[in-house]
């Protein structure tokens, strides 16, 4: 190992203890990191710097990060520990003064659209309140809570689309793209393919259904029962035969393969779509679904009730759908108390007024925060899957400046991503909010205007792959104070 002694704030601590108010890490290996050893400062912005593939994510993530949680983890118990997404353990030899982390990466939400912008962020929950305490019911109707004014609920989701905003049914035509195919030739396209659809198939030849003529050809009441009825029968199954031979079998009361128990196209469509936990099977039976807005809400995935309540006029969903700079715009005046009062804000109690305008300025609080951060293009009810990674990643970052947390690591990937130049200084102004609140920032990053801000740098190559997972680190001023910490 080779170190240059002119800077004494990078030297190592004796007795193989890091130094108060230093990350120190010896013989980080992971994926092509060269037994790295190195110290870093805590309550500082240190950036992560290098040439991609030259090992900084497996410094910053692949190391420190997995190492923070896993620590966390250990703490917490065998049950919850499997609620969580764990990074494997990392090939490190000893970290300590490593703090709690939490990681803001450059990855999509899962896929579901009920991750949402206001979800993420949080400002939905505030918003419900602001409904439910502050907004103009209708004369006779009951107050409602916050959770009335959520599609996620069950108080708050429309009944008939339960809160998805779509209708989705299933047809002939739908589930039959191709109906020049016989049944044994898969013109049932909805239904599952491999063995499933085989049993399916085999059940339908032991029913005495016609599986060797086109689909078009079959009598509509065979066509009808095959796709939608609810009836499961189950029957004796003679894998490999004929239907004559099947027929045979079933005359002679041979002993079947198996019992099988049939589902119709329609059901086994519906259901799985309702109840997978695979995202390609939703995906794959999603084909075959014909989907329309949903006639009672009008996709607006609540009920009725919720929807009837309305804020400076608009229903919630109406306002969730509004650019979040539009959205701010609106709620100004209520948190400055200049809003012109309705009739009934005129007989709320100054209590209600009072809560009317907190809620209202801490929504104007966390969103100018967002619009710092160049979003105030988004609105709230946008799906997380439909956000670009650095759109994610700053909707994150915004979440965390408004969160009061202290004594954290925040890990970054290239927050800068897809940010345009000018609003590069806003993105600085919220890490170092985050950083006067008493927490340390590692940021993976290539731009340069974030690295001039670094109180710290670690950069790692030379170059990529075999050639890198070295690394040189110290002071940011001028990169006068440089260590190499191989």
Request: hydrophobic residues 35%; glycine residues 8%; contains cysteine.
């Amino acid at each position: 190992m080779r170190r240059k002694t002119e800077d004494n704030a990078s030297k190592p601590a004796q007795g193989g203890q890091s130094r108060p108010g230093y990350v120190r890490v010896r013989g980080a290996r992971e994926h092509n990191l060269k037994n790295v050893d190195l110290e870093i400062p805590r309550d500082a912005l240190v950036v992560f710097t290098g040439v991609s593939g030259s090992g900084k994510s497996s410094l910053a993530f692949g190391t420190l990060y997995a190492e923070a949680q896993r620590r966390y983890l250990e703490s917490v118990s065998p049950y919850a520990r499997r609620l969580f997404h764990q990074m494997p353990v990392p090939e490190v030899d000893e970290i300590d003064g490593l703090p709690p982390a939490v990681a803001l990466q450059q990855q999509r939400g899962s896929p579901t659209t009920r991750s949402s912008v206001g979800s993420v962020s949080t400002l939905s929950n505030s918003l419900r309140m602001l409904y439910s305490r502050a907004g103009d019911y209708p004369p006779g109707q009951e107050l409602l809570y916050a959770e009335s004014f959520s599609p996620n609920t069950p108080e708050g989701a429309c009944p008939e689309c339960s809160g998805l905003g779509r209708v989705y049914e299933v047809t002939e035509q739908s589930m039959v793209p191709d109906d020049t195919l016989t049944i044994r030739e898969r013109a049932v396209a909805a239904w599952p393919p491999a063995w499933h659809g085989q049993n399916l198939r085999d059940i339908l030849v032991t029913m005495g259904f016609d599986v060797d003529t086109p689909w078009r050809e079959l009598p509509k009441k065979d066509r009808d029962w095959i796709l939608f009825t609810d009836e499961t029968p189950t029957v004796p199954v003679y894998a490999g035969l004929t239907p004559e031979e099947t027929k045979q079998a079933l005359k002679r009361k041979d002993t079947p393969s198996y019992q099988g128990t049939f589902t119709g196209a329609k059901r086994y469509v519906l259901q799985t779509f309702a109840n997978t936990e695979s995202a390609s099977m939703k995906k794959r039976v999603a084909r075959y679904m014909v989907s329309a807005e949903c006639p009672l809400c009008r996709g607006k995935r609540l009920r009725q009730e919720a929807l009837s309540v309305t804020f400076a006029g608009v229903d919630i969903a109406d306002i969730s759908r509004m650019p979040l700079a539009r959205l701010h715009a609106l709620l100004l005046p209520y948190a400055s108390g200049e809003a012109p009062k309705n009739v009934r804000q005129a007989k709320l109690h100054p209590e209600q007024l009072i809560v009317t305008r907190r809620i209202a300025e801490d929504l104007v609080a966390r969103l100018e925060v967002l619009l710092a951060l160049g979003l105030g293009y988004l609105a709230l009810e946008r799906s997380t899957p439909t956000l670009s990674p650095g759109e994610l990643q700053r909707l994150r970052l915004a979440t965390q400046v408004r969160s009061n947390l202290f004594g954290v690591v925040y890990v970054l990937d290239e927050p800068s991503a897809g940010l345009h130049p000018a609003d590069t200084e806003a993105l600085l102004t919220a890490l170092d909010q985050l950083k006067a609140s008493g927490n340390s920032l590692f940021v993976v990053e290539h731009a340069l205007d974030v690295i001039r801000r670094a109180d710290w740098i670690v950069d790692v190559g030379p170059a990529a792959g075999e050639r890198g997972g070295e690394g040189e680190q110290g002071k940011a001023a001028g990169n006068r104070h440089r260590s190499d910490s191989r």
